[in-house]
């Protein structure tokens, strides 16, 4: 069986080098089409991108989720990555922390307060994982690396295809009510690409979770990662399995849509996020933030290195400005509540799973 650090650069140099996307499944927000204001009576500099996100000022409603830590090169990724974060005004994502709970010599590979001393950092637990930890223990991790935040994460699809994946869900919601209380510092649960449905999101507000990260179906597969990984190890049940369900998942879109009116405090749109007009929309449906992570460590990890990872946060910014600008948008309040139309099959996923409502134009 692989060690954790061993499991850590496979899902690197997958993510990096290999098609890990999902096959069919999109975000579905190419099915949420904004509304064309042919009068916006302002400057494209009037645009305000700005937010205020646990604490944090961000000049745009943008996190760098990492995916990574637990080695010498997750490590300078996650230092690069957070470095480009503190420059830009953007959040950033630590990895999961496993490795560092399990092993503590490698929590330097954690640590990017050096190079992001004011960045909005967000820590990063297994669900699993924290419910064996004690709270205290659980806060070691957040103070360790100096988070802002604790992600906690779920990933039931993915575990069930990792070769000595857990398999034991148990007491996640009981988990998840003591960290919301006891914690004390904000707590958001977070899927792993297979995203979040409104029962789940229903469950968490009444444990006391206000802020989720959807990491919907679209974007990356994490399934798709770990039926690579049991494809090279020659484990053939768990490569079929992992085929079967390698679509596996809730579309982000219909995620955000559907998480919206349940009042959580924060949304953050992750899973397939991969341009300024797919944030755009995705805070047009309700989102606060939006988070990007294999886009940008593919650049990061080019030939263009850092340069490349920055213009492409500089395209996205410029994407989100216009969307913005052209739908007579001064600021992300606004966007959230400017018209636009679902349509086809993100339409048909909202109609179906939320409660009867008035039309989904939002016109």
Not at 108 to 135: C, E, H
Not at 218 to 227: D, F, K, L, N
Not at 228 to 254: I, S
Not at 267 to 277: D, F, K, P, R, Y
Request: contains cysteine.
């Amino acid at each position: 069986m692989a060690t954790i650090g061993q499991r850590k650069a496979d899902h690197l140099a997958l993510c990096a080098e290999e098609d890990v996307g999902f096959h069919g499944m999109t975000t579905l927000l190419e099915c949420v089409h904004l509304v064309h204001d042919a009068l916006p009576d302002m400057k494209l500099s009037d645009v305000d991108l700005s937010i205020t996100l646990f604490g944090k000022k961000l000049r745009a409603p943008l996190i760098v989720a990492s995916m990574t830590g637990g080695t010498d090169e997750a490590g300078r990724i996650n230092r690069e990555l957070a470095s480009i974060a503190e420059e830009r005004g953007y959040g950033f994502g630590l990895g999961s922390q496993r490795a560092m709970h399990l092993r503590p010599g490698v929590a330097d590979s954690y640590r990017v307060r050096d190079v992001a001393p004011t960045a909005l950092v967000l820590g990063n637990v297994g669900v699993v994982q924290a419910r064996a930890m004690t709270t205290s223990e659980a806060r070691v991790l957040v103070d360790e690396v100096g988070a802002d935040a604790l992600c906690v994460h779920l990933n039931p699809a993915m575990e069930l295809i990792q070769p000595g994946g857990d398999r034991d869900f148990g007491h996640g919601l009981d988990t998840l009510r003591r960290l919301a209380r006891d914690l004390g510092v904000p707590v958001v649960v977070k899927e792993t690409g297979c995203g979040i449905s409104p029962a789940v999101g229903r469950r968490l507000r009444e444990v006391g979770i206000q802020h989720v990260d959807v990491s919907g179906a679209g974007g990356t597969s994490w399934v798709g990662v770990e039926t690579r990984r049991a494809a090279a190890a020659g484990d053939r049940p768990a490569q079929a399995l992992g085929d079967a369900f390698w679509d596996w998942g809730v579309p982000t879109g219909a995620c955000v849509a559907l998480l919206a009116p349940m009042g959580f405090e924060t949304i953050v749109a992750t899973g397939g996020i991969a341009s300024g007009l797919d944030v755009a929309r995705a805070l047009a449906l309700g989102a606060s933030a939006a988070g990007l992570a294999r886009p940008i460590l593919r650049a990061l990890m080019s030939s263009g290195g850092r340069a490349a990872a920055i213009g492409q946060l500089d395209a996205i910014e410029a994407e989100l400005r216009a969307a913005m600008l052209l739908t007579g948008c001064r600021d992300l309040p606004a966007l959230r509540r400017a018209p636009r139309v679902v349509t086809g099959s993100l339409a048909s996923w909202v109609e179906q799973l939320s409660p009867p409502s008035p039309s989904l134009s939002g016109a």
